[in-house]
């Protein structure tokens, strides 16, 4: 089969799709065979700037700009090439970024089309380690492959550089690509993460006593999840919506992960638990499915 795939990268003022913009797009369209394993020619290549709009963003410009190194006065008055760059996402069959959570959790907000294309990742779809590559950054790859010494971070030198990664065979003679879309296609469909809720309510079902209460709740029980979007905090109702409690911060950060790469989660009650103090408590299971049907019941996309 031949595909045509997208190898995508962005420059950012920071690291929050909330508070941050992006300031420049690469991406290079190609044609790959699937059932032969080769690269077939390059379609196009594009790179684009714009100028940060929102307060937050150009506040943190002075520091993005360390990594960067692309000067305001370059990007100030441009704007991206949406009808190009819209073309292009409706020619691919799917797209490939290192830091695909990342980039997509931009490139979506800006352009919603690119939540209907299949997305992988090359940092995290490939194995490294098992073909002896103790760090999945691009740059130290690059150099381990002879491809390149240094990084420029300027999107498009860095989707040049993964195009030329994902070309490169491993020990066996498969190319990365090959490898990005057979594990990513093997990956198992399904998951669950269990984990116990915080912040609980301090208080017992007469609202006296100071001890924790759970509503009344029962073992298998359907919850809701609702991602707050400052945080990424994920908070967790019963289906009568009263409150129960958070998730924590280093879980919640995991499931952010999965929402932005398409994944469905769905909660249930795993354990009703209550210590010696007289105080409730509660597990919860999380199951994470790829591309499963929204339910009715849920808060999330």
Not at 63 to 86: N, Q, S
Not at 139 to 147: C, D, G, P, T, V
Not at 190 to 210: E, H, R
Request: contains cysteine.
């Amino acid at each position: 089969m031949i595909l045509t795939g997208m190898i995508l990268d962005v420059e950012t003022t920071g690291l929050s799709p909330i508070q941050d913009e992006i300031i420049e797009i690469g991406f290079l369209l190609f044609r790959y065979d699937t059932d032969t394993d080769v690269f077939l020619e390059t379609l196009e290549e594009h790179s684009f700037l714009r100028e940060p709009l929102s307060l937050s963003a150009r506040k943190n410009y002075e520091f993005a700009f360390r990594i960067h190194l692309i000067p305001f006065e370059d990007v100030k008055g441009k704007t991206f090439d949406d009808t190009k760059i819209k073309s292009a996402i409706h020619k691919a069959d799917f797209i490939i970024a290192h830091n695909a959570s990342f980039d997509r959790s931009f490139t979506a907000k800006m352009y919603p089309e690119l939540h209907s294309k299949k997305w992988y990742c090359s940092a995290r779809n490939i194995p490294w380690k098992k073909y002896g590559y103790q760090s999945a950054k691009l740059i130290s790859l690059l150099h381990s492959h002879k491809l390149a010494a240094v990084q420029t971070h300027r999107a498009l030198d860095d989707v040049k550089q993964l195009h030329q990664l994902l070309k490169s065979p491993n020990y066996e003679g498969t190319s990365y690509l090959n490898i990005a879309l057979t594990e990513r296609a093997s990956a198992p469909k399904s998951k669950s993460i269990k984990c116990l809720l915080s912040g609980v309510k301090q208080k017992s079902a007469d609202g006296m006593s100071p001890q924790a209460y759970l509503p009344h709740i029962t073992q298998n029980e359907t919850l809701l999840l609702k991602k707050e979007e400052q945080t990424d905090r994920f908070h967790v109702y019963t289906t009568g919506r009263n409150y129960l409690g958070f998730i924590g911060a280093a879980q919640s950060k995991k499931l952010a992960g999965y929402i932005k790469e398409s994944f469905q989660l769905t909660a249930k009650v795993l354990e009703i638990l209550l210590n010696e103090k007289g105080e409730h408590g509660c597990r919860i299971e999380i199951s994470i499915e790829e591309q499963a049907k929204k339910k009715e019941h849920s808060f999330n996309r």
